[in-house]
């Protein structure tokens, strides 16, 4: 699936017959890898990465309303501490329906309801291990995502 202007998240999740089963990567235009959640980790604050796509659970994904959970563990991408700054992480936190586990799609970006920031990949790094953070949306690669 692509996040395109005519498939916002929202709409991705009213085409799934059951957004609970049916999960996909999210991979970066910017160098073809894939959202990560970092060692696996399956506790609060995990760190989320780009790593090169295997498909492990980790790095599944599905739409649950306005949410974007794990197939790892189902819990929620998380802005860190609801920071509404650049450079803010993203996280992986237990689901509590708050503005900073809330997102939509615009175009092929991937944007925030706490601050309508863009998913960045930090300083456009291309390698295994780039963190994931929030940034003002500027329509760089490394804030172009594929579903």
């Known amino acids: 699936m692509d996040l395109s202007p005519e ?18 990567g999210i991979r970066s235009f910017l160098n073809g890898k894939c959202l990560d959640i970092e060692w696996a980790n399956r506790n ?8 090169d796509c295997h498909g492990g659970a980790n790095q599944q994904w599905y739409v649950d309303g306005n949410q974007i959970k794990s197939k790892l563990n189902n819990k929620c991408l998380d802005i860190e ?21 809330q997102w939509y799609g615009d175009g092929y970006q991937i944007k925030s309801g706490l601050n309508n920031k863009c998913l960045d ?23 172009q995502w594929h579903l």
């Not at 009213?14 to 996909?24: G, I, Y």
Request: glycine share 12%.
């Open 7 to 24: 498939g916002e998240l929202r709409a991705i999740h009213e085409h799934e017959s059951s957004a609970l089963t049916t999960s996909f």
């Open 44 to 51: 609060n604050g995990a760190h989320t990465i780009m790593w």
């Open 81 to 101: 501490w609801a920071n509404r700054n650049n450079g803010a992480h993203v996280i992986m936190w237990d689901c509590h329906g708050g503005a900073n586990q």
């Open 121 to 143: 990949i930090e300083w456009a790094n291309r390698n295994n291990g780039a963190h994931i953070i929030m940034w003002d949306c500027h329509g760089g690669a490394n804030q």
